[in-house]
């Protein structure tokens, strides 16, 4: 977090972990089960369910959100910690099943690239726009070119975090996008796939 307009030279740099407050925020029952909407603390989020929609108004923290759980994840694969990620955000592992790897991505990107590939079905997967995202982020090098799509098709120790739904302005390119990320989580990874998607409650 870099807070400016402080009188020194260059931002005041502080770390995520040290200013982040968890939010408070209600869980809405899907639309096939019955009951009331329950109130959590985001340090429980990831205890709801294993894919999850974040929607609230702007500025409501949801990138925010997302990076903190970015954050704890590789603190906790880093330490070899899952103590603390679930401490921090609520999340359960099952016996044979390792910590997820983060991974962030903003939607809006997305959307260019199904513009720029609009005559090439091949490219206009989610796997296939997270692999060139991440390969052109160059976070790990060396990597095989198809390290990302296997991984991501695996759906296994994966946590995806696609932020900005609603920052595609175009409603026919969101429900493009939208169809990609229901065929993701419809597919043989889907079963495995954990993610989080946000958005602002009026998109949504």
Known sequence: V??????????????????????????????????????????????????LVVIGGPGSGKTTVLQHVAWALAKALADDDPAFAAAKLGL???????????????ISLYAEHLRKHRDDRRKRTLTTFLSEYLVGCEGVPGLPDDFFVRLLESGRG??????????????????????????????????????????????Y
């Not at 359960?92 to 903003?106: S, V």
């Open 2 to 51: 870099n807070l400016r307009g402080i009188k020194q030279h260059g931002p005041v740099p502080l770390p995520l972990s040290e200013v982040y407050v968890p939010l408070s925020a209600e869980v809405r029952p899907t639309r096939m089960a019955a009951g009331k909407p329950e109130e959590l603390t985001m340090d429980r989020l990831l205890s709801v369910n294993r894919q």
């Open 92 to 106: 359960r592992l099952r016996p044979d099943e390792a910590l997820p790897i983060p991974i962030f991505a903003p």
């Open 158 to 203: 994966v946590f995806l975090l696609l932020d900005g739904l609603d920052e595609v302005p175009d409603e026919d390119d969101r429900g493009l996008v939208r169809a990609q990320i229901e065929s993701l989580f419809a597919g043989a990874a889907g079963a495995h796939l954990r993610a989080i998607v946000t958005c602002r409650t009026q998109a």
